[in-house]
Nanobody
Framework: QVQLEESGGGLVQAGGSLRLSCAASRRTWSISAMGWFRQAPGKEREFVAAIHWSSESKYADSVKGRFTISSDNAKNTVYLQMNSLKPEDTAVYFC????????????????WGQGTQVTVSS
């Protein structure tokens, strides 16, 4: 069974930084892209950032210039560096894997982690 394990969440003050990591337990399938989504209380899950194995990446407008996604393909790991955090970034952040394409749509992702909480205080 494939598992995705996120780490790096926590509590930070506005303007601070956090780095999330997501490691795939084993690679028995072809990874096309890895991405991050987030879900705040009472809101729908939304796209944050994603990266293709070729290093092409996509970002939500709300995080452009503040968040950076990167990957270590040899380690099946993706990272999300989050700078200049705002209270509105507070959410559970989920890592996801797509075996087909680089996408901003949650439905295009086949495997999901359990999520890690990020809380930004004002």
């Amino acid at each position: 069974q494939v598992q995705l394990e996120e780490s790096g969440g926590g509590l930070v003050q506005a303007g601070g930084s956090l780095r999330l990591s997501c490691a795939a337990s084993r690679r028995t399938w072809s990874i096309s892209a890895m991405g991050w989504f987030r879900q705040a209380p009472g809101k729908e899950r939304e796209f944050v950032a994603a990266i293709h194995w070729s290093s092409e990446s996509k970002y939500a407008d709300s995080v452009k210039g503040r968040f950076t996604i990167s990957s270590d393909n040899a380690k099946n790991t993706v990272y999300l560096q989050m700078n200049s955090l705002k209270p509105e970034d507070t959410a559970v952040y989920f890592c996801a894997v797509s075996t087909t394409r680089l996408s901003v749509l949650a439905g295009d992702y086949d495997y999901w982690g359990q999520g890690t909480q990020v809380t930004v205080s004002s």
